[in-house]
């Protein structure tokens, strides 16, 4: 997006394709272009208004660096896509603000558990700006995804740094390097359903081990929410939520174990005893939902990496509970009325009827 658009939604900027000028008002923003500015717009809110308590509270300098670094990034793509919202005329959604976080609250997580999270939940958007960044057609939406693209990798650069610097990176495990390369000539390479003598290949082992870290942070994020929450019904939603995980963390390590491998660290100990909330109930369970569409990810995408019968299995089923999960999840968002609609399609029925 250029500069004069920032100052000045209203002007639309002349782009050359070959030798073929064009006008962007000139040129409706489809479908996947709104939806990827939606759900980045409230994503960013979300992690704006949990970064201000964090950085608020985070005393290490090196550590205070990243999540000041985050922040900024976030309310400055917070005005970016604002811009755009305007420039298209269209409704901006009602998401996440002041009005969802007091600073002046206790220390809730530790500080390296906030730059942990922060470079997690990092890693999940910028996934996210890729996908928007390949199915955007728009210039100014192209070069809005590109910029947050480049602006992502630097956050989770800064972020690795600081943990590899401190010696708290989560690294995945090391494995023997092979003396050559070998075929596969034996269909029992995929064991059965029940199990399997087969090593974890290094894919499987990557992904698990990245699950299992996510869901290590996961836990410990929705341990501190569950301690702070006003309301009793989204407590026990919480508190459910972390039985699920423990059992799925408990397959999972289970596995990595039983060949020789360890998984990450236990974080809750990152966890203060406070009890007093930073946050919103709305944004705790707004976020409390939504990051469980991020484990499912890292699940799907070791659904097309794994070959092993047991621990597709066990995927397949770990998604289908947290599927439910977050039906649950929603089904309170409703219940409360916090739930923001997407946009939709017309409904011709009650149109003509």
């Given at each position: 997006m250029s500069d004069l658009q920032q100052v000045n939604p209203n002007v639309?900027?002349?782009?050359?394709?070959g030798a073929i000028q064009h006008n962007l008002s000139n040129i409706k923003q489809t479908v996947a272009e709104?939806?990827?500015?939606?759900?980045?717009y409230i994503a960013e809110s979300?992690?704006?208004?949990?970064?201000?308590?964090?950085?608020?509270?985070?005393t290490d300098p090196d550590f205070h660096q990243v999540m000041q670094a985050a922040l900024d990034l976030s309310t400055k793509n917070i005005q970016l896509i604002k811009n755009l919202f305007n420039l298209i005329q269209h409704p901006i959604p009602d998401a996440f603000g002041e009005k969802d976080v007091n600073s002046n609250t206790p220390k809730l997580f530790d500080d390296k558990f906030v730059v942990r999270y922060t470079r997690l939940m990092t890693?999940?958007?910028l996934q996210n700006h890729v996908l928007a960044f390949s199915e955007c057609t728009r210039s100014d939406f192209r070069q809005l995804f590109y910029g947050f693209i480049d602006d992502s990798r630097d956050i989770i650069q800064k972020a690795d740094d600081v943990l590899l610097a401190k010696g708290v990176f989560p690294a995945s495990p090391n494995i023997v390097t092979p003396e050559r390369v070998e075929n596969i000539h034996d269909k029992n390479y995929y064991g059965s359903f029940l199990g399997s003598e087969r090593p974890l290949n290094a894919l499987e082992i990557a992904n698990i081990f990245a699950v299992l870290d996510f869901k290590m942070a996961i836990r410990a994020l929705m341990l501190g929410f569950a301690q702070v929450v006003k309301s009793?019904?989204?407590r026990k939603h919480l508190n459910k939520g972390l039985q699920i995980g423990d059992k799925q963390m408990k397959t999972l390590r289970s596995i990595l174990e039983n060949n020789g491998l360890p998984g990450p660290e236990l974080v809750d100990y990152q966890v203060t005893d406070s009890k007093e909330s930073p946050f919103s109930d709305r944004l705790i369970l707004y976020h409390t939902t939504a990051v469980n569409s991020y484990i499912q990810t890292g699940?799907?995408?070791?659904?097309?990496?794994i070959m092993?019968?047991?621990?597709?299995?066990?995927?397949?089923?770990?998604m289908a509970e947290i599927l439910a999960y977050s039906k649950d999840g929603a089904d309170l968002l409703i219940e409360y009325g916090w739930l923001i609609k997407t946009p939709e399609t017309a409904d011709r029925h009650e149109l003509t009827h």
């Open positions: 639309s900027e002349q782009m050359p394709i709104i939806s990827h500015l939606w759900s980045t979300m992690a704006c208004a949990i970064q201000k308590h964090m950085v608020a509270h985070t890693k999940f958007i009793d019904e989204i699940y799907a995408i070791g659904l097309s990496r092993r019968k047991d621990i597709i299995a066990a995927y397949s089923k770990f």
